[in-house]
């Protein structure tokens, strides 16, 4: 895979990644809809993440942005988890 391509993927999992954060930032009240919303986008980061592991292999893995992009996959979507429960918890 291209350097450059590598880049391009692992910028557009970091763009669904932030826009999940946003919404599980303006969820946090009570909007499940907002939720559902930074879910879809997180599955979407996922994605681009598999992507661009499936044609980079390592050099995917290996790199900075990947990994970060991953660990911030993975926290955003605990908040999501705890958002969800506190919504459930309140009805």
Do not use: K, P, W
Request: proline share 0%; net charge negative.
């Amino acid at each position: 895979m291209e350097q450059q391509n590598l880049h391009q993927t692992l910028q557009q999992a970091s763009q669904q990644i932030n826009e999940a954060r946003e919404a599980v930032l303006q969820a946090q009240g009570s909007n499940m809809q907002q939720l559902e919303q930074a879910e879809q986008q997180l599955q979407q980061a996922e994605q681009e993440l598999q992507n661009a592991q499936n044609q980079a292999g390592t050099e995917a893995t290996e790199n900075a942005q990947f990994q970060q992009a991953y660990e911030e996959l993975h926290d955003i979507r605990q908040q999501v988890q705890e958002a969800q429960q506190n919504n459930n918890d309140v009805l």
